[in-house]
C-alpha cells in the first residue's frame, strides 16, 4: 500500500501564492502519474494538474498560466506551485498517485483563499 501525503495548504490573500507538496511512499515514485484535483464545497472534485511519468503536464483550463506542477523522482514528490490565487481557488486540493490498476489518494489539504 502506498501512502500519499499532501502538505502547504493554508490561508492567503488573493495574488498570493502557495506550493503544494505531495510525498508517496513507494520505491517506483517514477513509474507513477501524479494529479492534482481539488474539491469545492458544493462541488464536484475536478482535475488541476497532471504530469506522466516521463513530464508531460497538463492543466485544467482555469489554472493554465498560474499554477505549475512538477516532480522530483529522487524525492519521490510532486509540487504544485499556486500563483495569482483567487478566491474560487478555494478547495481541498487531493494528490493521487496512479500507476495501471494502483490509485492511490492523499486525505487532502485545505487551501483558502481570501482577504
Known amino acids: 500500500q502506498v501512502q500519499v501525503v499532501e502538505s502547504g495548504g493554508g490561508l492567503v490573500q488573493p495574488g498570493g501564492s502557495l506550493r503544494l507538496s505531495c510525498t508517496a511512499s513507494?520505491?517506483?515514485?517514477?513509474?507513477?502519474?501524479m494529479r492534482w484535483y481539488r474539491q469545492a464545497p458544493g462541488k464536484q472534485r475536478e482535475l488541476v494538474a497532471h504530469?506522466?511519468?516521463?513530464?508531460?503536464?497538463n492543466y485544467a483550463d482555469s489554472v493554465k498560466g498560474r499554477f505549475t506542477i512538477s516532480r522530483d523522482n529522487a524525492k519521490n514528490t510532486v509540487y504544485l506551485q499556486m500563483n495569482s490565487l483567487k478566491p474560487e481557488d478555494t478547495a481541498v486540493y487531493y494528490c493521487?498517485?496512479?500507476?495501471?490498476?494502483?490509485?492511490?489518494w492523499g486525505q487532502g489539504t485545505q487551501v483558502t483563499v481570501s482577504s
Open positions: 493521487n498517485a496512479r500507476y495501471y490498476v494502483d490509485d492511490y
Open positions: 504530469i506522466s511519468n516521463g513530464g508531460i503536464v
Open positions: 513507494t520505491t517506483i515514485f517514477g513509474v507513477y502519474a
